[in-house]
């Protein structure tokens, strides 16, 4: 299931809460996994036997790790926690990486094997790095093993976070998971946040996606259409991407949880370090946490550190998808962060502001044609439109006449300016005229929001397979 | 004025709170009113302006749920039975329109509320064209005694090119042409140069059509080629409130209504539509209905003869798209029979049919002509 469907928003939401919020505090967990196992089953029943091993098998290992420490066998400890990293990357490879490791053993040897055609369980990416994190994080002693396997479960399947991120660490709602207090304040913030996130998707992500796809199946854009295409896909996987999890907090909210931000207006960054530092936080966070620091981070000279990041930065591109570009999508960033780091930083920290931005925007554009176009000679035949072509023509015109309003709303929206805006419109209002205000607008939101999902049959979803 | 005491600034922070309720309750009420008002309103089997049937109330049993097929319906149910589903379509469609789109569900919104499929460079399939015409060449040829002609009905944005929004990426008609006259010469049919004066009359503004003027025009310029008397047939309106396919895809409220008339002193014997016989080649039932464009010849059928009374000793064999539904009845007194074939639908050998005749007209606008993949059935055996 989506957040963005008609069967989301009018039967499994209001359904999930009103049970929820019928149930005595401690059913509530139960509650929370029973919907979130039917939200992951919606789209692939059978997968749900994955999230159930994931559950006992990450819950186990935890006890295991935590009954060896207080017994002092610590490498029977360490023996449980390879067990779990392996069996839990043994998923994500099998079901993730087979077919894509097949395919490259067949080319390079011929070898004639057979793919097993396997589809992807929904949001694997995800919940097979969070399952990591709580058996990891036990293993480090930063938080005690959880008794109760339902709390493990709803953890695991938690279904706002399931599919699409963020990626939620246990230890940051550890506590939460036991001894949240739900409130009507909280709640009617997760909503309002939930709607903004809606409408990032519906109203601007999917637009732009349209745009993006239309351009990128012409045979020969003008290098102004290619650019306006590169332009409209960095758009559109910003507000699809930050608006899932902005759903995603907001209905934590909902629920009394409190997921780590995931996403700081990336756009406005003046470096490609500090991009990363504002992107997808809880999967950087994650690479730095649990492989980054791991390997040494910087601690061992300038040397290993390069090295490190490009470890680092080849998983990420590999976690990305299974697929080469996804690889040399990760390795570019590699390259630009250790450029950076190296000298490119300290330029840039002396040179004017809009420098900065020009060079940072450049960088990500460029870096979301190379993860967009997976296949290698559509890539080159792509980026030579970019460069080579024809600068303009009346096609060029009429998108970008057509899209007009969408694109300055899109670029005005990926700023920290409405922000900055409603603040101080908010901090002249009486509180009362501020609420009322925030009503009609979230209302106008999720009412344009639905009339969009009704009449569009253009609702893809960018994460939906990561 | 004295500080709020520890107390007051609870109350307040309370207050600050509570206000917070509105916000929530507003989303929960549109939420879950909408989801109350869906299911309450009786289900929908078809939608007229969508011209299809909607998902009805999926049935849950095991097999269902586990191949996927029971959540796949819940979902297309949710969406197609949400109450006042029209009206969300028609706010999308607004909205678009107000944001400067220039285009709403690959439909150009021209000007005076006129409308036209999308067909660019890109979607255009030039292959599918050139094969197309191959085949009706190869059919021509194995019919070198019988008056074959080709008449490629233009696109209505080729000529009403001014009507389009700027700029907007058109595939190439012109190069379409010239193909077709390189290949057929005297045998195609140009009706360019005489619809274009008036263009405006020739085509729906809400409908992918031509208006039976439009057809009219044509009639005096096959007349002129096939060496026919152009019977100047008289035009009578039968419906002023037709809104046609293209409504259906951009629903906005505000879309002008067309016109429809019919020719109605073409009168015929009988007509069978695939083994359903009638007296006229007009359903004025249609009229009743949404789609008022099925008044001609009561939509498409695999194959219609028309016995049309007259006695010329000629009879025509029509391979055609439903461009030819409002065409044909100006040629009822020029051939005893009329055979005609939409070989989407059709299943049997064309060559015997073929035979029986001692015409062939092939009729189609230029874009169905391209995407349709049913050509090849005019040569199998």
């Known amino acids: 299931m989506v957040f963005s469907s008609t069967v989301f928003l009018l039967l499994f939401l209001p359904l999930t809460a009103a049970v929820y919020f019928l149930c005595p505090r401690r059913a509530r967990n139960t509650v929370l996994l029973l919907a979130s196992l039917v939200f992951y089953g919606w789209g692939e029943p059978k997968y749900i036997l994955i999230m159930l091993f994931s559950t006992v098998f990450d819950y186990t290992n935890a006890r295991l790790i935590g009954h060896f420490r207080t017994t002092g066998r610590e490498k029977a400890a360490k023996a449980v926690l390879i067990v779990d990293i392996v069996g839990n990357l043994g998923i994500l490879g099998f079901f993730k990486y087979t077919d894509f490791a097949i395919d490259n053993i067949n080319s390079l040897l011929s070898a004639g094997i057979p793919a097993l055609g396997l589809s992807l369980p929904i949001g694997i990416s995800f919940y097979t790095f969070q399952t990591m994190s709580y058996t990891i994080d036990v293993y480090r002693g930063i938080v005690k093993p959880q008794r109760n396997i339902l709390n493990v479960g709803a953890y695991v399947t938690l279904f706002p976070q399931l599919i699409a991120g963020p990626i939620v660490q246990y230890k940051t709602v550890e506590h939460e998971l036991m001894f949240r207090r739900e409130s009507v304040f909280e709640a009617s913030r997760g909503m309002q946040r939930f709607v903004v996130g809606l409408a990032k998707k519906v109203l601007i992500a999917n637009q732009v996606g349209a745009l993006w796809e239309e351009i990128a199946a012409m045979s020969a854009p003008s290098a102004a259409t ?31 949880f409190h997921f780590l931000e995931n996403f700081e207006h990336p756009y406005e960054s003046r ?152 603040n101080r419109v908010e901090a002249r209002l009486s509180d009362g005229a501020a609420v009322t205000l925030r009503t009609v607008g979230v209302v106008v939101l999720l009412l344009l929001s639905i009339a969009f999902l009704v009449g569009d049959s253009y609702n893809p979803f960018l994460y939906f397979r990561f | 004025m004295s500080q709020p005491d520890k107390g007051g600034a609870r109350l307040m922070k309370r207050e600050h709170q509570r206000r917070e309720l509105a916000p929530l309750l507003a989303i929960a009420l549109v939420l879950v009113g909408l989801s109350a008002a869906s299911l309450l309103t009786p289900d929908r089997e078809f939608s007229p302006n969508e011209n299809r049937y909607l998902q009805q109330r999926p049935e849950l049993t095991w097999t269902t749920l586990m191949d996927g097929t029971f959540t796949k319906k819940a979902e297309d149910y949710t969406a197609d039975q949400i109450a006042l589903r029209d009206m969300w379509m028609e706010s999308a469609s607004v909205v678009q329109r107000a944001a400067g789109r220039r285009e709403v569900n690959d439909t150009w919104l021209g000007r005076d509320g006129r409308y036209f499929a999308k067909v660019t460079p890109d979607t255009f399939d030039a292959a599918q064209y050139e094969k197309n015409l191959a085949q009706v060449r190869t059919f021509f ?241």
């Open chain 1, 226 to 256: 290619a650019w306006l295409g590169a332009i409209a896909f960095t758009f559109q996987i910003y507000f699809d991407f930050s608006g899932y999890s902005d759903m995603a907090i907001g209905l934590g909210h909902l629920f009394g």
């Open chain 1, 271 to 422: 470096t490609v370090t500090e991009f990363w530092r504002r992107w997808h936080i809880s999967l950087s966070t994650w690479f730095r946490e649990y492989v980054y620091i791991p390997l040494g981070g910087n601690r061992h000279g300038k040397a290993r550190q390069i090295l490190n990041l490009a470890i680092v930065w080849f998983l990420t591109g590999l976690w990305h998808g299974a697929s080469w570009n996804f690889v040399l999508w990760g390795m570019y960033y590699a390259l630009l962060l250790i450029l950076e780091k190296l000298f490119l930083l300290r330029w840039l920290d002396k040179a004017p502001r809009f420098v900065g931005h020009l060079y940072t925007i450049l960088c990500f554009i460029m870096g979301w044609v190379l993860f967009a176009i997976t296949d290698f000679s559509q890539l080159g035949q792509y980026l030579s439109a970019m460069f080579t072509a024809t600068f303009a023509d009346g096609t060029a015109l009429y998108l970008l006449r057509s899209n007009a309003v969408l694109l300055v709303l899109a670029a005005v929206g990926c700023t920290t300016g409405p922000l900055r805006l409603w």
């Open chain 2, 141 to 381: 040829d194995a019919h070198p005694d019988k008056d074959c002609r080709v008449m490629m009905v233009p696109t209505p944005a080729c000529l009403l090119r001014d009507d389009l929004p700027a700029n907007a990426p058109l595939f190439d008609a012109e190069g379409c042409f010239d193909m077709l006259l390189a290949d057929f010469a005297a045998e195609a049919i140009d009706l360019r140069a005489a619809l274009t004066p008036n263009a405006a009359e020739m085509y729906y503004r809400t409908d992918h059509h031509w208006t039976t003027q439009g057809a009219q025009t044509a009639y005096g310029v096959w007349c002129a080629a096939t060496g026919h008397t152009d019977r100047s047939w008289r035009l009578e309106a039968v419906s002023t409130t037709f809104r046609g396919t293209l409504y259906s895809k951009v629903l906005l409220p505000d879309s002008p209504y067309d016109t429809v008339a019919i020719a109605p002193d073409a009168a015929i014997r009988s007509m069978d539509c695939d083994g359903a016989v009638s007296g006229s080649l007009y359903d004025m039932a249609a009229l009743e209905e949404k789609d008022h464009y099925k008044v001609f010849m009561g939509g498409n059928y695999a194959k219609v003869v028309i016995d049309t009374g007259a006695a010329t000793g000629k009879s025509l064999l029509v391979v055609k798209d439903s461009f030819a539904n409002s065409f044909l009845p100006f040629l009822v007194k020029d051939y005893d029979t009329i055979t005609v074939l939409d070989l989407r639908y059709f299943r049997e050998g064309v060559q015997p049919l073929a035979d029986g005749a001692t015409d062939v007209l092939v009729l189609y606008e230029l874009t169905n002509f391209a995407a349709d993949k049913n050509l090849y059935k005019l040569n199998k055996s």
